[in-house]
């Protein structure tokens, strides 16, 4: 059974990787409006739906274990980039805060003896890892690319061999 405190705090999780899912699919709508992103538009739906399925791993765990599952409201994420540095800039600030939060839920787990959580929480640190590291190796590709509009239609072309996890 959860305690009402890890419940609550895998709840504020439910809720963020629900955000994660909308930043990812606000990303794909402004990517698929510009011309020659649809690889990069691809990528952030697919980004999308992964984090809905993030969302409802954790909802089905919480239910498991005797909690509730509550589908939490949700702030408009930001629609519009400056450049397509500042989409994916935004796309490792927002994965490394998921993965600080993933970080704390495992902490509370350990101190609060709550094994099955701990145990359920090592497939989120393995999912955070990959995906922080995806996030900084297409920062690091669009730094070297800079303006190059060669590099920028390959990156674009190139973009679904670096999706991270499942
Ligand atoms: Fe939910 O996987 Fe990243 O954020």
């Not at 070297?144 to 390959?154: A, P, R, V």
């Amino acid at each position: 059974m959860l305690s009402k405190t890890m419940q609550d705090a895998l709840n504020k999780q439910v809720q963020m990787e629900a955000e994660s899912s909308q930043a990812y699919l606000a990303m794909a709508s402004w990517a698929d409006i510009q011309p020659g992103l649809q690889g990069v538009a691809a990528f952030f739906y697919k980004q999308a739906d992964e984090e809905r399925m993030h969302m409802l791993k954790l909802m089905g765990f919480i239910n498991e274990r005797g909690g509730f599952a509550m589908v939490p409201p949700l702030e408009q994420p930001i629609l519009t980039f400056r450049s397509l540095q500042s989409a994916f800039a935004e796309f490792l600030k927002h994965e490394i805060k998921v993965s600080n939060s993933i970080n704390d839920i495992v902490h509370l787990s350990l101190s609060e003896k709550d094994y099955a959580t701990h145990n359920f929480l090592q497939w989120y640190v393995t999912e955070q890892m990959e995906e922080e590291r995806t996030a900084r190796t297409l920062n690091e590709k669009l730094e070297l690319i800079g303006e190059d509009k060669s590099g920028l239609y390959l990156f674009d072309r190139d973009i679904m061999a670096y999706r991270g996890g499942e």
